[in-house]
């Protein structure tokens, strides 16, 4: 099934990293077989002065991969000392919902499930507030794991189905105020009608 532009989901992947370190990333959303799913994919880059901006860009995505490189630090993603993106992991939890944000975490030099365990557990927000947790060893960048484009994929129908679920209810609820606006027009003018009857007669 061919969908419009429109209809498509706009990814962010959105990180304090530069976006040299997340085209790895771009490029493979960009590819087959995402195209059929997703819209735009962007990188939206996270930092200590562009709050605002970053919020407003926020409202215009419909699923965010929030993206870390332990390259750049510790896995202090939440819930820990210095962690670098508890407000926004709340806020693009709030904003988009909770089954439509994705935690990345790259260069890792374990990425089992083991290791995910161990972060889940010292940082429990990531599941609370995200759908899920992939991680990356520099290994796993070209090809990604089958398992792991999986993930992606099964998260973005997902998403793209609930959309279509509530645009179609947004849609029915319209039909019917639109039904019941046509009802009372059709009454009103009946009684109007006969008011003018009964004072002709």
Same mark, same amino acid.
């Given at each position: /099934?061919?969908?419009?532009?429109?209809?498509? =989901?706009?990814?962010?992947?959105?990180?304090?990293?530069?976006?040299? #370190?997340?085209?790895? *990333?771009?490029?493979? =959303? %960009?590819?087959?077989?995402? @195209?059929?799913?997703?819209?735009?994919?962007?990188?939206?880059?996270?930092?200590?002065? #562009? &709050?605002?901006?970053? %919020?407003?860009?926020?409202?215009?995505?419909?699923?965010?991969?929030?993206?870390?490189?332990?390259?750049?630090?510790?896995? #202090?993603?939440? !819930?820990?000392? !210095?962690? =670098?993106?508890?407000?926004? $992991?709340?806020?693009?939890? !709030?904003?988009?919902?909770?089954?439509?944000?994705?935690?990345? *975490?790259?260069?890792? &030099?374990?990425?089992?499930?083991?290791? &995910?365990?161990?972060?889940?557990?010292?940082?429990?927000? *990531?599941? %609370? $507030?995200?759908?899920?947790?992939?991680?990356?060893?520099?290994?796993?960048?070209?090809? /990604?794991?089958?398992? &792991?484009?999986?993930?992606?994929?099964?998260?973005? @129908?997902?998403?793209?189905?609930?959309?279509?679920?509530?645009?179609?209810?947004?849609?029915?609820?319209?039909?019917?105020?639109?039904?019941?606006?046509?009802?009372?027009?059709?009454?009103?003018?009946? *009684?109007?009608?006969?008011?003018?009857?009964?004072?002709?007669?």
């Amino acid at each position: /099934m061919k969908l419009l532009q429109d209809e498509k =989901l706009n990814v962010s992947v959105t990180t304090r990293a530069g976006e040299d #370190n997340v085209l790895w *990333i771009l490029n493979h =959303l %960009r590819s087959h077989p995402y @195209r059929g799913l997703l819209g735009k994919v962007t990188y939206l880059p996270i930092t200590n002065t #562009n &709050k605002n901006e970053w %919020r407003s860009e926020v409202e215009k995505t419909s699923f965010a991969l929030l993206y870390h490189s332990q390259n750049h630090g510790r896995l #202090n993603i939440t !819930d820990v000392t !210095d962690s =670098l993106y508890d407000n926004e $992991l709340h806020h693009l939890s !709030d904003q988009l919902g909770r089954q439509n944000v994705i935690v990345v *975490i790259d260069d890792l &030099k374990k990425s089992d499930d083991e290791e &995910k365990e161990r972060i889940l557990h010292s940082q429990p927000s *990531i599941s %609370r $507030l995200a759908r899920e947790l992939l991680l990356f060893s520099d290994k796993e960048k070209d090809p /990604m794991p089958v398992a &792991k484009q999986q993930v992606l994929l099964g998260a973005f @129908r997902s998403a793209y189905g609930d959309r279509q679920t509530s645009q179609t209810s947004q849609s029915s609820k319209f039909q019917w105020k639109h039904k019941l606006l046509v009802a009372f027009v059709v009454v009103a003018t009946a *009684i109007l009608g006969r008011k003018i009857y009964q004072k002709r007669h």
